[in-house]
């Protein structure tokens, strides 16, 4: 888990009275390049885990599987809001599960999107580019 997602994380829960992860399975990562180097569902599961019980409320927060790129909140009922990345694939997806809920006879969710941390040279943190071999100073991060 890089800063990117912490901050994801972060601003869940200043934004969220209860907060909902949704983490993909090993089946999703199957079309990721260099998917070797990705830690398995299960300890990337135990890693938000301390990260939640450190820095915010796991009294607020359960994780969920995602096996789908709706992740299940096409279906789900109680939830109302959605908090993604700027990364343009992202919120596209989002405006589809959107889209979704209301084929399914569901309200829309609200999408807050929140901009990706970046890196000195201006482009995003990512987990691909940590995969590709890139160390980035926690310093230089830009919010």
Do not use: W
């Not at 301390?50 to 994780?63: A, Q, V, W």
């Not at 959605?82 to 829309?108: C, M, P, T, Y």
């Amino acid at each position: 888990m890089h800063e990117g997602h912490k901050h994801i994380l972060r601003s869940a829960f200043k934004i969220g009275k209860q907060v909902a992860i949704g983490l993909t399975t090993d089946k999703m990562l199957q079309y990721k390049t260099k998917k070797h180097l990705i830690q398995s569902f299960k300890e990337r599961h135990e890693v938000i885990e301390e990260f939640i019980k450190t820095e915010c409320d796991s009294e607020r927060c359960s994780i969920f599987p995602i096996e789908t790129t709706a992740g299940g909140a096409d279906k789900m009922e109680d939830l109302e809001a959605l908090i993604i990345s700027d990364e343009i694939g992202v919120v596209q997806n989002a405006f589809d599960i959107n889209q979704l809920r209301i084929d399914n006879g569901l309200k829309r969710y609200h999408i807050i999107i929140i901009p990706r941390v970046r890196t000195q040279d201006g482009r995003p943190l990512s987990s691909s580019r940590r995969r590709n071999g890139e160390i980035f100073d926690p310093e230089t991060l830009i919010y």
